[in-house]
DNA sequence: CTCACAAAATTACTTTATGTAACCGAGTAT
DNA sequence: ATACTCGGTTACATAAAGTAATTTTGTGAG
């Protein structure tokens, strides 16, 4: 019956339900290094399907994150690259950096 | 045929198959206020449901993020913390936050 | 001890999200 | 025309998450 004790700020809200979808995190992150067509996200992420990865880009181009760019070249090129707002994710990514190098231990297979 | 050209880093990789799964972050942004019960977590989070919120809870305290503290009194108290590990994520939260206030925007209903 | 109670967890079942692989469509090259 | 590439979708199979009932564990009442 009673409410929630503790609202969320929205906003946060908004950003964990935006980031903490599966496969999000890591298309951001390779596209911190720059611009990406479709198949090289798609080649760099084992296990991302082409149908998964296609919703991303949509949710991220929608949410602001991704911007798509069309080429019109002999054979047409389309990139995906990040827009200011998704490029300031990176010091997130920094810190997540920075926890796992702290925290994660990488277990070695016993021979 | 070939192998992806850009590695991620082994633990990057881990931390952001814990974080990203559903509901984690969120579990430990609660805790980040202090020790909780299962109930008051499962109550503070709505659509959270019990049996996903005790999946989270093992796996979190698994990998040393979490730690659980039974209470032998009267009702047995159970209370879920964060290991330093798991108070290491605080910048991390922040940096969410700030991007979220920085870049998100909430829309509102119209009337 | 037996019964009832409360919180923590688990189980059975339903719904949603993701993975797999085949296919479409536009643009080029042969 | 034929075949090939890239971006994207569709149909179908599997895995993850939601719901609600149930079990477990430990107390205290009788």
Redesign the pocket.
């Known amino acids: 019956m009673a409410a929630e004790l503790n609202q969320l700020c929205p906003r946060f809200e908004k950003a964990i339900e935006l980031l903490s979808?599966?496969?999000t995190t890591l298309i951001v992150y390779r596209l911190l290094d720059g611009p990406r067509?479709?198949?090289?996200i798609?080649g760099s992420l084992s296990?991302?399907?082409?149908?998964?990865l296609?919703?991303r880009?949509?949710e991220l181009e929608e949410a602001g994150i991704v911007l798509?760019t069309v080429y019109p070249?002999?054979?047409?090129?389309?990139?995906?690259s990040l827009t200011d707002m998704g490029r300031g994710l990176a010091p997130l990514m920094d810190d997540i950096q920075g926890w796992a190098t702290r925290w994660i231990k990488i277990e070695q297979e016993q021979s």
Chains 1, 2 share one sequence.
Do not use: A, H, Q, T
């Open positions: 979808k599966r496969w067509r479709f198949m090289d798609e296990n991302l399907s082409g149908k998964v296609s919703e880009l949509k798509r070249e002999k054979p047409v090129r389309i990139e995906y």
